[in-house]
């Protein structure tokens, strides 16, 4: 926390100084001015933006902690707080009011501008994790039939309202989106006024639909590099826009979902320091409750085989190093390709190839490490009275870690490529299938290997 | 891939249509046009290529495959290729560069102009993963004593060249960065002609330094939530510009990295059906094998135990399941505190509050867990000839279970934070460790639990 100056904010505070509280406003950059207010409570923060003018008021407000914006939504003057939610762009507004306790929504609802108050409304219809949800409804958006001397005189009275002027989307008389241009056009083209926008833009246009999910948002936005993506509805009418930071944001978000999920734990919708201890034992709970049941089966499969276990005992040695063997293949696998149809590098219709690959590289991986496990297994049994009397034993270990590492890497890849086929998420899915079918799978290969090799070499003592 | 018009594109071609080839050439999005070229090998898309004007060919050059640019570059007339190249966004330029064959580099270097040649050797020098090698050259940058109407006249000449105009950068004579203006700024003071950029700039600016690394620069573009990120060299003189495209790539680059790194695969620099099997053997490989070795060390401390698991053969059947519990709670903590880290949500002077919480998370996990464990051990191990005979027996799997999953849960935590402190990467070095000694700590705990227990009750029996 930036505690700076906050002994000099709390002063000029209690002297209410308006003019040294206006200038620590205006001085910084907003974020950093937010960043200083770090240490102030909620009314004291809201005390100081006052200060600032609405425009600017607005933009401190918004790098504020979410919880303190909360705080400040909910504690203060509804007039006032409803002022500045009217100016905020419409997916901050709905973002915020989000997380507002409802009664006080209520409230401020009536408060604020008929069409602020409707696009508020319609907003909140879409469901979470759509690009509608993730919109702003504030776009520069010009007639096509506008010269370019037109839409300059236009578009300056529009900038003051608009949090991007990044593209300009082209619109017929119905709003239905007929194409873009950017302000470098618009800017290159100052020569040549009287040219319409109708023929100015580029009518081939990527776009989303507003019940889209998010994750096709942030997948067009980077393969096209786009800074916004026009979002439109059913009748193709343009309804909002993404801006690259919402994008950025979306993405992060995914990515520390996946990554979350891949380790076998829910979603967090906090960061994991706001996160109550309760909510991140329910969390992390539920999947490690469901691995510590496929990881029972483990007992129970090693029980199926008690009575060879007894009759060799050294096999079990090496029953943990095998299982984890095969349950590492099998998690690397998983998160390649995962990560792989995230990127859409890999897509259902390679499987075949996937599935190639998979078998190759977990036969090599196999043979390495069947060659640290032959060692390994000499060396740990080589004082047993079995050994050395038979040339068959020593394959045990190694003979099963190929087969076991080729196998994990063959489930850690169909799984996910499977989930993905049947509609589920793979990076919730995965993990806990992977692990169980793995541990399973060690156990069973191993078991039937070294009772086949065992039974042959008895056979021959 | 799409084939649609491949049938006709190559016609056009047989025919050398240049009417049709043309009019393909300008009627779609250049990343459209590219996606339809995908059939086509690198000669028949340059002879495609060169019935774009410079401009739209570089535009559709930029979003072929990665291999496509590369083999075009190698294998076309180098004076039209070093045309194309000169015409590339600098960074875009040493990117492909960087991939194509030194000998080629040498032979395009000379036909390029005087400017670019200096640019691209500047830009080569930055190391991978910087600032510098991230950023492009080509920046709106206007001298502060110039008005409004100066700027814009200025601007429309400069923006041709540009990669973009998203915010434009305000320098003193000898290029210091004094400030900024942002496009909508500048058509929003259309109306105040004679207002000089020194008035209207935004000083207190966001910079990276061209030294800072690529997650510096992710960090602040996020926070902030900036377009685009000026980068400025150690005497604060403006040496070039990241975008917002350049960062939402380095993010999903690192999302990946990071998702590959936590399940043990080093980095792949290629998508994953790009690398060769080979390859992908090697980065699994390594981590797979280091990963073994720590695996094998539970053979060594079953080895230690095997006396008593002789004469308790029953104790066997539930070490993979221990394993795998405090295994997978140790996995958990992991990634929610690397993520957490990623995202500046934890801090290295937050290991107390960590430390804390996840003594009590694991608490209550491994409570969870030891309930049902005391379910399972009574069911599996009912017929032995030692079960109910004592109270104490049916407690060693959950009391064992408690302490696994907290210790789990502490050595996930610290290991990451530890290794930040140690200024290594947490995501990289964090795996493999937790992985291992929460194996051996699950054996030697289990062991030491058990021993306790039965030591009690065959005294008491």
């Given at each position: 926390m930036n505690t700076l100056f906050l002994p000099e904010l709390r002063e000029m505070l209690a002297e209410n100084n308006a003019h040294d509280l206006e200038e620590f406003c205006t001085a910084l950059n907003p974020a950093r001015t937010a960043e200083f207010m770090e240490g102030l409570d909620p009314a004291?923060?809201?005390?100081?933006?006052?200060?600032?003018?609405?425009?600017?008021?607005?933009?401190?407000?918004?790098?504020?902690?979410?919880?303190?914006?909360?705080?400040?939504?909910?504690?203060?003057?509804?007039?006032?707080?409803?002022?500045?939610?009217?100016d905020l762009p419409a997916d901050d507004r709905v973002d915020l009011l989000h997380d507002v306790r409802e009664e006080v929504v209520e409230e401020i609802l009536p408060l604020l501008p008929a069409d602020e108050r409707r696009d508020l409304l319609k907003l909140r219809e879409y469901p979470e994790n759509t690009a509608g949800a993730m919109m702003t409804t504030e776009i520069a958006m010009l007639d096509e039939a506008l010269t370019v001397r037109e839409a300059l005189t236009d578009l300056s009275h529009q900038a003051e309202h608009l949090e991007t002027i990044y593209y300009i989307y082209v619109v017929d008389h119905d709003l239905h989106l007929r194409g873009v241009v950017s302000s470098r056009q618009l800017v290159s083209a100052i020569g040549k006024q009287q040219q319409r926008l109708g023929e100015l833009m580029r009518s081939d246009l990527i776009t989303v639909n507003a019940l889209d999910d998010r994750e096709e948002v942030t997948r067009k936005v980077a393969k096209y590099d786009l800074l916004a993506i026009p979002v439109v509805d059913a009748q193709r009418r343009l309804v909002g826009i993404i801006t690259h930071d919402d994008v950025l944001d979306a993405f992060r978000e995914e990515a520390t979902e996946d990554a979350q999920q891949l380790a076998g734990v829910a979603p967090l919708t906090?960061?994991?320091?706001?996160?109550?201890?309760?909510?991140?034992?329910?969390?992390?709970?539920?999947?490690?409750?469901?691995?510590?049941?496929?990881?029972?089966?483990?007992?129970?499969?090693?029980?199926?085989?008690?009575?060879?276990?007894?009759?060799?005992?050294?096999?079990?040695?090496?029953?943990?190093?095998?299982?984890?063997?095969?349950?590492?293949?099998?998690?690397?696998?998983?998160?390649?390709?995962?990560?792989?149809?995230?990127?859409?590098?890999?897509?259902?219709?390679?499987?075949?190839?996937?599935?190639?690959?998979?078998?190759?590289?977990?036969?090599?991986?196999?043979?390495?490490?069947?060659?640290?496990?032959?060692?390994?297994?000499?060396?740990?049994?080589?004082?047993?009275?079995?050994a050395h009397?038979?040339?068959?034993?020593?394959?045990?270990?190694?003979?099963?870690?190929?087969?076991?590492?080729?196998?994990?890497?063959?489930?850690?890849?169909?799984?996910?490529?499977?989930?993905?086929?049947?509609?589920?998420?793979?990076?919730?899915?995965?993990?806990?299938?992977?692990?169980?079918?793995?541990?399973?799978?060690?156990?069973?290969?191993?078991?039937?290997?070294?009772?086949?090799?065992?039974?042959?070499?008895?056979g021959k003592l």
């Open positions: 004291e923060s809201w005390r100081v933006l006052r200060h600032a003018d609405l425009k600017l008021r607005e933009q401190i407000f918004l790098y504020l902690v979410h919880e303190k914006q909360i705080s400040v939504i909910e504690s203060q003057d509804r007039a006032e707080v409803a002022e500045l939610l009217a906090e960061s994991y320091l706001k996160t109550d201890v309760f909510t991140l034992a329910w969390k992390r709970g539920i999947w490690l409750t469901i691995l510590f049941v496929t990881a029972s089966l483990t007992a129970t499969a090693l029980k199926v085989f008690e009575a060879r276990l007894d009759e060799w005992p050294w096999l079990m040695l090496f029953v943990p190093m095998i299982m984890s063997s095969g349950g590492n293949s099998g998690n690397q696998s998983a998160t390649l390709i995962i990560t792989a149809m995230t990127t859409s590098d890999v897509k259902l219709s390679d499987w075949r190839r996937v599935l190639f690959r998979e078998v190759l590289v977990g036969m090599m991986l196999g043979a390495v490490l069947a060659a640290f496990g032959l060692l390994l297994s000499w060396f740990m049994t080589r004082n047993h009275p079995v009397h038979h040339l068959l034993w020593p394959l045990v270990v190694p003979i099963t870690l190929v087969i076991v590492v080729t196998s994990g890497a063959i489930t850690g890849s169909l799984l996910p490529l499977m989930f993905k086929r049947l509609g589920l998420d793979p990076a919730m899915m995965s993990n806990p299938f992977v692990a169980g079918i793995s541990d399973i799978l060690g156990i069973v290969i191993y078991m039937t290997v070294s009772m086949t090799l065992l039974a042959k070499m008895t």
